[in-house]
Nanobody, 121 residues
Framework: QVQLVESGGGLVQPGGSLRLACVASGSAFGFGAMGWYRQAPGKQRELVATMSRGGSTNYADSVKGRFTISREDAKNTVYLQMTSLKPEDTAVYYC???????????????WGQGTQVTVSS
């Protein structure tokens, strides 16, 4: 059973920092692309940052220069270092991971339960 568990969310003042972690498990051959998405109240879920197994990254324009995604494949863990946080970063942050090898006719895209990040003074 594939499972993604996020941690590290919380309350922080504007300008502060948080480091999110997501530990994935249940894939015999690891994971391909992993990343972070977020959903603010009244808004659709949006991409924050993704990283391929080879290290290629993609960031939302709104977080470039402030957030850094990284991963440790030996631990099936992906991180999101968030700095210079702004109130508009407030959202539930979800971890996402794709199986490295997709089973035919079965799900290959998984999500964590989310962790709340609140940026407020």
């Amino acid at each position: 059973q594939v499972q993604l568990v996020e941690s590290g969310g919380g309350l922080v003042q504007p300008g502060g920092s948080l480091r999110l972690a997501c530990v994935a498990s249940g894939s015999a051959f690891g994971f391909g692309a992993m990343g972070w998405y977020r959903q603010a109240p009244g808004k659709q879920r949006e991409l924050v940052a993704t990283m391929s197994r080879g290290g290629s990254t993609n960031y939302a324009d709104s977080v470039k220069g402030r957030f850094t995604i990284s991963r440790e494949d030996a631990k099936n863990t992906v991180y999101l270092q968030m700095t210079s946080l702004k109130p508009e970063d407030t959202a539930v942050y979800y971890c996402n991971a794709e199986l490295r090898f997709r089973p035919i006719g079965q799900n290959y895209d998984y999500w964590g339960q989310g962790t709340q990040v609140t940026v407020s003074s």
